[in-house]
Each structure stands twice: as C-alpha cells, then as structure tokens.
C-alpha cells in the first residue's frame, strides 16, 4: 500500500510539473457578447464566407484563416481603414503590389482573396505556425524579424512584446474569433507543434536549430553550472538551448527555461536539489 501511495504520488507531481503548452497563447475574450459578435458577422455573410473558405481549402489553407477577413474588415470589401488599407482582406497598396494585385482591384473579393491566399501560404512557409502568419499579415515581415531578433527568439509568445500594440491586439482579436468559431484549439495545436521543433535568432542573426525542446521557467537563484553539472551536459551546450538567458536572469531574475524532452523530466524532479546546490555555491561561505 505504501508503494503504491508513492508511485501515485510521483506520477501526480510529475503530472503538475510537467509545462502545460497550451498556456502561452489563449483567447482573451470568451465572454457571450464577444462570440455572439463574431457569429453575427459571419452569419451575415454566408456567401462571402463560403466564397473564401473553398477559396482557402483550394490551396491547402485551413477555415479558420476566414476569420482574419473576418477581424480585418467584418467582410465589408468597401471599408478602408485610416492607414488606406482596402477591402474585405485590407491591403495596403504596397502588399497588394508584391503579389500583383493593383491598388483598384483591392477591393475586388474574387482577386483580393485569390492573392491573400498566396500571401498566406507564403508567410505559413516563412513561419511554420498561423499565430506568426496573422501577426506579419498586420505588422509586415520586416517587424516580425525585427521582434525577433530582439527577442533572441522565433517563438511568437516570447518576441511579441517587441511588436506594435496594434499587432498584438490584432492576434488577440483572431484568438478571440477562432474561440467564436470553435477552432482555438487547433490553432494552438499547430502553434505549438511548430514550438516543438524550430529555429532561433542568435547573434548577428545567423540560425541554429534546435531538437524538440521542453520549456519551464526558473529564477537567478539557479546557477547554469549546476544544472549542467547535474544533467551531465555540456554548459555550452545548455547556453546553445537557451539563448540570452544570463541576459534574462540578471535583467529580470527569472526566464523560460528549454531542455530537450528526454532531460526536461530528470531536470524537474531534481529541481529543488539543483536550486539548494546552486544557492549553497554561490554563498560567500563556499568561495
């Protein structure tokens, strides 16, 4: 019985330590009036939104990619916004132009989604996951790579505070829709499909990839020595997984953590070893 009892116990801390993906990105908005909205739009405009959905599956695309016509312009292919973007998809005229679509033709429905199509499937190449799509759609690529870079990061939760407040917003408002239309969780899902296996910015912008990591989060009272010590790697190694991370931890006392999934689990039931060690180490007494 008491066997038992620990197994049980073990799996269940297990279970609890384990990082939960999912919590990175979610809807911010699931309330009544907001999903009640977005479903009024698109019931208003059945025609469109089939005319772009079988649009989109033409080429691949998953539905949910309706609703970013859906929070750029509510399908209204005449409405044009304060920065003279146009149409159903609001293209400015220099987007339009890198597909060639002309300025007049930006609120044509068939044309403007015909080329918002390649414009998508372009950027899904670049990116690998909608989240980042939907934020350069809004902020162009240049931003995107610029966020980046400053981030030291190609994950969207970890570089969009280096983006426009307009851009994040922008991606919350899709969140909220795809919530509306019962598809979150997959966009979520692919999102972090993509954060399992992806490419990093480091320094002067040159790429790295990377295995499939786990990520945790963990304070300044963790020393990287230790933990390689403890994980029999390399601190080299661990630094190559965790890019700016003695940046983050002087600056801000705590970061996200990644080691690969086969090490994530012997780091988390050693955690509280590896963090006694290290505040031990680094007392004045140990020097």
């Known amino acids: 019985m008491n066997s038992f009892r620990i197994i049980f116990t073990t799996i269940l801390v297990w279970t609890c330590a384990w990082p939960v993906y999912g919590q990175f990105l ?101 990116y690998n996951n909608w989240v980042t799509v939907v934020a350069a759609y809004n902020c162009g690529e240049g931003n995107i790579a610029k966020a980046m870079q400053a981030a030291g990061s190609s994950q969207y939760h970890v570089f969009y505070k280096y983006l426009p407040d307009e ?34 910015l480091v320094n002067g912008g040159s790429k790295i990839s990377r295995p499939e990591l786990a990520e945790t989060d963990i304070n300044a009272g963790f020393s990287l020595k230790v933990i390689a010590d403890e994980l029999h790697v390399n601190i080299d190694q661990l630094l190559t997984w965790n890019p700016g991370i003695n940046e983050a931890l002087r600056s801000k006392g705590e970061s996200s953590f990644y080691l690969p999934m086969d090490l994530m689990p012997d780091f988390l039931m050693r955690k509280n070893k590896i963090l006694s060690r290290s505040v031990k180490e680094s007392s004045p007494a140990s020097q």
């Open 26 to 126: 979610s809807a911010t908005d699931t309330s009544e009036n907001s999903v009640r909205r977005y479903k009024t739009i698109i019931d208003a405009n059945k025609d469109i939104v089939k005319f772009i959905e079988y649009s989109l599956a033409q080429k691949g695309l998953p539905r949910h990619l309706r609703n970013l016509a859906l929070i750029e312009s509510g399908f209204n292919r005449n409405v044009i916004s304060g920065a003279g973007a146009v149409g159903v998809w609001q293209f400015m005229t220099s987007h339009a132009n890198q597909y060639g679509l002309s300025e007049q033709n930006r609120n044509d429905l068939y044309k403007s989604t015909k080329t918002a199509v390649v414009s998508l499937s372009k950027l899904y190449k670049k």
């Open 167 to 200: 851009t994040i917003n922008h991606v919350n408002k899709y969140l909220n829709a795809c919530f509306a239309t019962g598809e979150l969780q997959s966009v979520l899902a692919n999102y972090n499909s993509s954060r399992m296996n992806t490419v990093f």
